[in-house]
């Protein structure tokens, strides 16, 4: 009376197309596997190259101007523009440094320009600083005026003595108030 049916048997069904195999080792292909000897994905990140190093025993006389990052640990007499600027401890800048990010620890004798401008307890900076955001720790040295800007990097700016509006900056007394 009772017979078995093969509607809840698992495997193919007799008389379909799953007879075929479903594996690719079946089908006669191979499954994609990676190789060993196959370069990285393209979307892997490249390693960020190490910074630049000037050393405590070097003494350089001129710009210097880079993409990447530099830190200073002797004396450069000139302007430096780069990515992320280091000033060591022992080190000495006499010029403009302009750089996404300066760390000083040492000594600055010039313009500062930096998105992000940092003086530890151990700088000493004589010069004007530029920046968008700005930290100086208890103990730096700082002479001179600090001034925030939006894009600090932008040095065709507006001329000196302009009002954010382009109006010249008002020279001498003001007018008279009159009296209510």
Do not use: Y
Not at 6 to 22: A, C, F, L, V
Not at 84 to 113: I, Q, S, Y
Request: charged letters at 25%; zero cysteines; hydrophobic letters at 30%.
């Amino acid at each position: 009376m009772f017979s078995k049916s093969r509607i809840n048997e698992p495997g193919p069904k007799q008389g379909s197309d799953s007879d075929k195999p479903q594996t690719p080792e079946a089908q006669g292909t191979k499954p994609a596997m990676p190789d060993a000897r196959s370069p990285a994905p393209s979307s892997a990140p490249k390693p960020k190259p190490s910074p630049s190093v000037l050393s405590s025993d070097l003494m350089i006389k001129g710009n210097i101007k880079t993409s990447g990052d530099i830190q200073v640990e002797g004396q450069v007499e000139g302007d430096i523009r780069a990515h992320l600027l280091t000033v060591g401890e022992g080190a000495t800048v006499k010029g403009e440094v302009m750089a996404d990010d300066v760390v000083v620890n040492g000594r600055v004798v010039g313009r500062v320009r930096g998105l992000k401008v940092r003086l530890t307890a151990t700088a000493r900076v004589e010069g004007d600083i530029i920046h968008k955001t700005i930290a100086i720790e208890s103990g730096a040295h700082f002479e001179g005026s600090v001034q925030r800007q939006e894009d600090p990097l932008n040095t065709g700016g507006k001329p000196v003595g302009q009002r954010p509006g382009g109006a010249p900056a008002q020279q001498g007394n003001p007018a008279p108030k009159k009296d209510a």
